[in-house]
């Protein structure tokens, strides 16, 4: 059953003055096509609003880039550009907003999965970010846009003239963009140690950046210790300062058990 629309204003945190313009960025072609073949009302669908929101996407994490990293050249800007706006980072985003459930998909979507689909849950994100902006105006969006598409990134408020850094859910993804903006070599990752038994194993993994950078971590699989280990070297990469090895292996230790 779809969720209603009232539900989801409440975690973009805007109310539209124009409820139609959400409902119209939530509505798939595939039900329109539907309307124009059956004897339903004639619906519009979010093509037009996905076309529009891709440029207001684009224009806001431009500015906000360009406010926040004065001295980075063009090359480095556009590749956080393309990680923010990319195909995979706002399918993230729209998961986590559930958009999926709130979906108007014509009978055949719905039957081959379409609340679950990447494109279809990406050209909603898009659309609805049209529908703010339509609704109220480039602030709103703006506050939409750095809030839920720029989280884990380094942004800037212009009001209150700080720097915001929410949690990076990612971490090797982090540590690879970070070193390329640094001119830094690819993270490496490499299993060191294997220890216990076949069902209970605990892996330390190193990821090294360049000869310099370095970060080793413990756990009980592969893909949690690349993250971990991914995490103490892009905060120390942050933090522009090698720790001693004996602070690594404090952080690394509350990583394990906090």
Same mark, same amino acid.
């Given at each position: &059953? ?59 994490? =431009? ?47 719905? &039957? ?16 609805? #970010? @049209? @529908? ?15 809030? /839920? ?50 069902? =209970?194993?605990?892996?330390? #993994? ?20 690349? /993250? ?12 522009? @300062? ?9 952080? &690394? ?6």
């Amino acid at each position: &059953m779809r969720a209603e629309p009232a539900l989801l204003e409440l975690k973009l945190k805007h109310r539209f003055g124009n409820p139609e313009l959400l409902q119209r960025a939530l509505t798939h072609s595939s039900l329109a096509s539907e309307t124009r073949n059956g004897s339903l009302t004639e619906v519009n669908d979010n093509e037009q609003l996905e076309f529009l929101g891709d440029s207001v996407l684009g224009l806001v994490v =431009s500015d906000v880039l360009f406010r926040r990293f004065p001295s980075y050249k063009e090359g480095e800007l556009s590749t956080l550009k393309a990680r923010l706006v990319s195909a995979a980072h706002l399918h993230g985003v729209a998961r986590r907003l559930e958009l999926g459930e709130y979906l108007e998909l014509g009978r055949g979507e719905e &039957m081959s999965g379409g609340r679950n689909k990447k494109t279809l849950l990406v050209d909603a994100l898009e659309a609805i #970010i @049209a @529908a703010i902006y339509l609704d109220g105006g480039l602030e709103p969006a703006r506050e939409f846009i750095v809030e /839920q598409v720029m989280d884990g990134q380094m942004v800037f408020d212009r009001e209150a003239g700080t720097d915001i850094q929410p949690a990076v859910t990612n971490f090797k993804e982090a540590l690879r963009d970070l070193a390329k903006l640094r001119k830094l070599p690819e993270p490496r990752y490499a299993t060191l140690h294997e220890q216990g038994p076949e069902h =209970s194993k605990t892996f330390t #993994i190193e990821v090294s950046v360049g000869k310099e950078w370095r970060g080793q971590a413990d756990a009980r699989t592969k893909k949690i210790g690349a /993250q971990r280990a991914a995490r103490g070297v892009y905060e120390r990469l942050l933090g522009d @300062a090698p720790e001693a090895p004996e602070e690594q292996e404090s952080k &690394m230790a509350t990583d394990e058990h906090g």
